[in-house]
């Protein structure tokens, strides 16, 4: 009897390192691309989200494999790929996705691809929308003022802006979801997209002198992307 219960003590263990070493690496293999994009290095995050994707675990996994599409999607983004980024996006089957804060985030990177493209206004308002009534949230005002303005209407994309409070404190650090695999909380998001659309908004608008601080601040983002260059680019800075 006695050796018995060792041999299940003994199984049970090989069991749970095996279990245990199986759950770190598929942790990994979302973790390491999500931080190689925080870090602005997208090709290889791009790459290493692909090979994941690859693997059975993501191939049967709607909720596994849709947050990763996403990814890439927002990397092509990132590095200035916006029709790229679209077809990406167009990947993802709607009705697979569950996660409200995916979806969400879906709209809107649909939306902000469209708007910066100037390409469908119409199709990027109703992207916005969608995002609305999901998550109305303040993080969304300068989106909102970006679509405002690319329609013409600069009394409501002013509006937008000085509605818009800028996040303080600890809501400006990146936080990574085990769970969803997508970023929440991305620094990126408010440090420089935000930035970028309240200048471009007040550039369109003709306000060049309330868009150079905005502009600025997207600017000074020291990870090489597409936005930071736009906003030096609009500031007639050089590339360094």
């Avoid at 199984?11 to 999500?34: A, E, H, N």
Wanted: proline share 3%.
């Amino acid at each position: 009897m006695s050796h018995l219960l060792d041999f299940v003590y003994i199984y049970l263990c090989v069991f749970l390192v095996i279990f245990i070493g199986l759950t770190l690496l598929r942790l990994y293999s979302f973790m390491d691309p999500l931080q190689l994009m925080a870090k602005g290095d997208y090709a290889q995050a791009i790459e290493k989200m692909k090979k994941a994707m690859n693997t059975s675990a993501y191939k049967r996994n709607p909720k596994l494999k849709n947050p990763m599409v996403y990814n890439i999607a927002n990397c092509h983004n990132r590095a200035g790929d916006l029709h790229r980024s679209l077809a990406v996006l167009d990947e993802i089957k709607l009705e697979d996705i569950k996660d409200n804060k995916l979806l969400y985030c879906y709209h809107c990177l649909y939306a902000i691809n469209l708007l910066l493209l100037e390409q469908e206004l119409e199709n990027a308002g109703e992207m916005l929308d969608k995002a609305r009534e999901l998550y109305n949230n303040n993080e969304l005002q300068p989106l909102l003022a970006l679509r405002e303005s690319c329609r013409g209407d600069f009394q409501a994309a002013l509006e937008y802006v000085r509605n818009y409070q800028p996040p303080q404190g600890k809501k400006k650090k990146t936080v990574l979801s085990l769970k969803e695999t997508t970023l929440i909380y991305d620094a990126f998001i408010l440090e420089v997209e935000n930035n970028y659309f309240i200048g471009l908004a007040y550039l369109k608008a003709g306000e060049q002198e309330l868009a150079a601080p905005y502009l600025h601040k997207a600017a000074a983002w020291k990870i090489k992307n597409y936005y930071s260059a736009k906003a030096r680019e609009a500031l007639g800075e050089k590339e360094s």
